[in-house]
C-alpha cells in the first residue's frame, strides 16, 4: 500500500528525530568514554550541532544523466532488516574475540573500497572473464577481512535474504572494529548499493603510497576531497595493526638508493627496527625476492598505505581457520595495545619523537600545517577521535551508489 504524503513526511520526521538522538547518544558516550573535555551542557550541544550540521549537508550527490538517486538514510534497514546492524556488530564483536586482528583488517578494507570509486564494495569482487578485479592490483598486497565479510553476510542472508548490501556491510563493519580498539563511535546512514564493476587500475594508481612524500600523500587524499586536517586524522588508523617489514626496509638498510639507513632514525630506534626485520627479508627493488609470508612482494608499483597494515585475519571463510591461522610474519606493531588503549595518540606521539614506521608517516611532519595536526593530536585525545570520526563519516560517503543504481549482491565476491 503507497504510503500518502503525509505519512512519509512524518516517517521522515520520526528517523530524523531517531537520527538526532542517536547522535545525542553518540556524542554523550564518546564524552563519556573518552574524557572528552566538554564539561557543560552547551558545549556538548554545541557539539552535536556541529556534528549534525555535517550530517545534514549530506545530501547525495545527484547526477545529471539520470534519476536522481535515493539519499542514504539513518537505519535505511529498519523494515526490511531491523537486525541487519546488530548482526553486523554482533559477528565483528566474535571474530573480533577470536582474533583482534580483524580490526585493522576490516578498517583497511574498508579504506580501499571507499577511497577506489566510492563506497561500493568494489573492492570485494573477484575476477571474471573480462574483468580484472581491484583485487589483483597490487596495492592489494595484504589485504584481508574478506572472509570476515562472508562470513557476516552469510548470516544476513539467511536472515533478510537479498536486502543488505555488501558496501554497508563494509563500512559498519570498519565502524565496529574502530570502536573496539578504543577509537570513537560514529553514526552512519544506509542505503549503499554495490558496484557492478571493479576499479583494477584506479586502485593501482590513486591509492596513497607507503613511500610517498607529503605531496603525494596530500594530493591523493586532496583528489578525494580531504583536506590536511582530515588527511592527518585518516592517517592516525595506522595506530592500529601491524606494518610488514616490506613496507619499510629501505628505510632501514638502502635509503634513497644508498647503503645507509633514514638519516633520520636514532640509533635505537634503528636498532630496535633492524631487530624486528632483518635484512634478509629485505625486499628491494632489484629481484622479485620470495616473500615471507607466502604472498606476492610488491611490484614497482607501491603498495598502499592502508594495506601495508598487516593483519592475519579470515584468510579462510570458516571459524575454524580463523582460529588456527598463526601469524608468521614479521613486522611492527604500532601501537596498538589491545582494546582500551589510546586510539591514534600514541601515533602522533612517536612521529614528533621521529619514530613513525613509515616514511610517508614520519613525512606528516614535514609540512606546517600536518605538523600542526600531528602536535595537537598528540596532546589531545578527544580532538583527535572527534576528528577522526567526522572523516571516517565522511570517506563512509564518498560517491556511494543508491537505488536505482548499483544492486544489492548476494554473494560479496560476485556481481549479481
Ligand atoms: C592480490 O593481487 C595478486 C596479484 O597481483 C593476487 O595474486 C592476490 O591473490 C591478491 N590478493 C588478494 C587478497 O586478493
Ligand atoms: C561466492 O562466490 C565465490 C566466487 O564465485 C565462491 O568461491 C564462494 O564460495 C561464494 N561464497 C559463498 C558464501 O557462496
Request: net charge negative.
Amino acid at each position: 500500500m503507497p504510503m500518502s504524503i503525509f505519512e512519509s513526511a512524518i516517517m521522515r520526521k520520526l528517523s530524523l528525530f531517531t537520527f538526532v538522538l542517536c547522535v545525542w547518544i553518540s556524542v554523550k558516550k564518546t564524552t563519556h568514554l573518552n574524557h572528552f573535555s566538554l564539561s557543560s551542557s552547551s558545549s556538548l550541544s554545541s557539539e552535536t550541532s556541529w556534528i549534525l550540521q555535517d550530517i545534514l549537508l549530506d545530501s547525495e550527490d545527484f547526477e545529471d544523466d539520470e534519476a536522481p538517486a535515493r539519499s542514504l538514510e539513518y537505519d535505511f534497514y529498519r523494515e526490511t532488516c531491523p537486525e541487519a546492524e546488530k548482526i553486523i556488530r554482533d559477528k565483528v564483536h566474535q571474530l573480533f574475540k577470536i582474533k583482534a586482528a580483524v580490526a585493522p583488517a576490516l578498517l583497511r578494507l574498508a579504506f580501499h573500497d571507499c577511497f577506489i570509486e566510492g563506497c561500493d564494495a568494489s573492492v570485494l569482487l573477484d575476477p571474471v572473464e573480462g574483468m580484472d578485479s581491484e583485487k589483483d592490483s597490487p596495492p592489494n598486497e595484504s589485504l584481508k577481512g574478506f572472509d570476515a565479510i562472508d562470513i557476516i553476510k552469510s548470516e544476513l542472508e539467511e536472515v533478510c535474504p537479498g536486502v543488505v548490501s555488501c558496501a554497508d556491510i563494509l563500512v559498519l563493519a570498519a565502524r565496529e572494529a574502530v570502536l573496539l580498539t578504543g577509537g570513537p563511535f560514529y553514526p552512519l546512514n544506509t542505503g549503499r548499493r554495490d558496484s557492478t564493476a571493479s576499479f583494477s587500475d584506479s586502485a593501482t594508481n590513486d591509492l596513497p603510497s607507503p613511500n610517498a612524500d607529503l605531496s603525494e600523500t596530500l594530493a591523493s587524499f586532496s583528489s578525494r576531497g580531504f583536506d590536511e586536517r582530515e588527511t592527518v586524522s585518516l592517517l592516525g588508523a595506522h595506530s592500529i595493526g601491524q606494518i610488514h617489514c616490506k613496507f619499510f626496509q629501505n628505510r632501514l638498510y638502502s635509503f634513497g638508493g644508498t647503503d645507509e639507513p633514514d638519516p633520520t632514525f636514532d640509533s635505537e630506534f634503528l636498532n630496535r627496527m633492524r631487530s624486528k626485520c632483518s635484512k634478509s627479508h629485505s625486499s628491494t627493488s632489484t629481484a622479485p625476492s620470495p616473500s615471507f609470508d607466502g604472498s606476492p612482494l610488491p611490484t614497482a608499483q607501491s603498495p598502499s598505505f592502508y594495506s601495508s597494515l598487516s593483519s592475519e585475519a579470515a584468510t579462510s571463510a570458516s571459524f575454524e581457520k580463523l582460529l588456527s591461522s598463526s601469524p608468521k610474519d614479521q613486522g611492527m606493531a604500532v601501537s596498538y595495545e589491545g582494546t582500551g588503549a589510546d586510539f591514534g595518540t600514541v601515533y602522533y606521539r612517536s612521529l614528533l619523537q621521529g619514530k613513525g614506521i613509515l616514511y610517508a608517516d614520519q613525512q606528516l611532519m614535514a609540512g606546517e600545517e600536518t605538523g600542526l595536526w600531528v602536535r595537537a593530536y598528540a596532546s589531545d585525545a578527544s580532538l583527535y577521535q572527534r576528528d577522526f570520526a567526522i572523516a571516517m563519516m565522511k570517506l563512509s560517503k564518498l560517491h556511494v551508489l543508491t537505488a536505482p543504481r548499483g544492486q544489492i549482491r548476494k554473494n560479496c565476491s560476485k556481481v549479481a
